[in-house]
């Protein structure tokens, strides 16, 4: 049977986001009340996968490995409610993909693999591009910290309040 699912981008949503990249332990950073929604919306039954673009991998920034430390923090810090990150180590300077959001493949793949309920899932991001494919798919969405969104069915300063609004409206 189909479950709903909340994607959640990663920086900025779940930590502090950086202009120059989170991939180490020392800026890793977690947002208040991320550990306390992520686990009040695992107790409600949702999914929660996690779609992030990593493109400091394919600019030789920072290594494949020091990402999935950063992922293995993470899930420590929010009591391994996360099911499952997809990410995009792709940059348009060096190449192109479907899986960088505003593509959705990533999407498309967790949506396959956890036989997700399309109409019943929230996708919750800090910029637009992270709504765009949501929207085209069909996801309700919520947009957290900035207020540049034209698309965004709801805006909020953080997940914890996006939380209020995805267990109000179902």
Same mark, same amino acid.
């Given at each position: 049977?189909? $479950?709903?699912? *909340?994607?959640?981008?990663?920086?900025?949503? *779940?930590n502090k986001d950086y202009v120059d990249y989170v991939y180490s332990s020392e800026k890793l950073t977690i947002l208040p009340g991320v550990a306390g929604a992520i686990r009040l919306l695992k107790d409600t039954g949702y999914t929660i996968v996690v779609i992030t673009n990593q493109s400091g991998i394919a600019q030789e920034i920072y290594t494949r490995q020091q990402m999935h430390e950063c992922h293995e923090l993470i899930q420590k810090k929010c009591d391994h409610g996360i099911d499952h990150f997809y990410y995009s180590p792709w940059h348009p300077k060096v190449t192109e993909s479907l899986t960088r959001k505003p593509g959705s493949l990533m999407f498309e793949k967790a949506i396959a693999r956890f036989d997700v309920a399309v109409e019943r899932s929230w996708m919750v991001g800090d910029k637009e591009r992270d709504l765009v494919p949501a929207k085209k798919i069909g996801i309700r969405t919520i947009q957290v910290d900035h207020s540049d969104s034209t698309i965004a069915d709801? $805006?909020?300063k953080d997940l914890a309040e996006a939380v209020g609004i995805i267990l109000s409206k179902g």
């Open positions: 049977m189909s $479950k709903p699912c *909340i994607f959640l981008d990663r920086d900025g949503v *779940i709801h $805006k909020t």
